[in-house]
């Protein structure tokens, strides 16, 4: 609240706007508990490579994804997205009204055509079904893609999707009453395309993701 004050010429104080905010009744909206898509083991399971590590200093050097769930008047919607852990940026996504493995592909096959070397990309996952399929792992050692995953039940090993999912929540789904699928699905592209470009964040200097990327190719020209 207080960059986007910054960004329109208005300099107050944090603490300031804190105050106001209580004073005015505004909050972040309470999130909820996502998806979960584990269902045992149904293939190999790939070691925690990242750790928690979820800084990177060069775009598409770490991605990380999973699957989370929308409930529309008993209708249910899948996004599977990717983000770029060097901006939090989402690189690619998928919708879908069935958790079907052809969204984790489709996803994929998005985000390779955005970037030109996938060599020793970390992409990291839960344990989900998903991530355990043969055609996905062979997908990614094809690629030249390193797969990690996240210990069994411990969603903090992926707090950085699973952030970006409570986001999206917050700002964008539990704020309206969506009467079909197809509404939400178009103000989920509305939205990742806002976050992406727009929607501008303290630990990128005040830019966006789109923003910040940018800088950083431009500072290494």
């Known amino acids: 609240m207080t ?8 300099i107050i104080n944090h603490k300031t706007v804190l105050r106001l905010m209580k004073t005015l009744g505004l909050k972040s909206i309470i999130r909820v508990k996502k998806y979960r898509s584990y269902r045992g083991e149904q293939g190999r399971i ?3 490579i990242l750790e928690r590590n979820f800084k990177a200093d060069q775009p598409n050097r770490k991605w990380a994804t999973d699957v989370t769930e929308f409930n529309v008047s008993g209708s249910k919607l899948y ?7 060097y901006n939090g940026e989402i690189i690619s996504y998928d919708l879908s009204e069935r958790p079907v493995f052809t969204q984790i592909m489709n996803m994929l096959k ?27 792992q062979h997908l990614l050692k094809e690629k030249g893609i390193i797969q990690s995953m996240s210990r069994k039940g411990n969603c903090l090993d992926n707090a950085i999707i699973e952030n970006f999912f409570g986001t999206l929540k917050s700002e964008m789904f539990y704020t309206k009453k969506f009467k079909t699928i197809d509404e939400l699905k178009k103000e989920i592209k ?10 501008i964040r303290l ?10 990327r940018t800088l950083s190719y431009n500072n290494i020209v």
Not at 3 to 10: A, P
Not at 79 to 85: A, E, G, M, R, V
């Open 46 to 48: 790939a070691p925690n």
């Open 79 to 85: 996004l599977s997205p990717i983000i770029d852990l």
């Open 190 to 199: 509305e939205y990742i395309n806002y976050y992406n470009n727009d929607r």
């Open 3 to 10: 960059l986007v004050m910054k960004e329109r010429g208005i």
């Open 110 to 136: 998005k985000g390779f055509r955005k970037i030109n070397n996938t060599e020793n990309l970390i992409i990291h996952s839960d344990q989900g079904w998903q991530y355990q399929m043969k055609a996905y």
């Open 203 to 212: 630990n990128l200097k005040g830019k966006s993701p789109v923003q910040y």
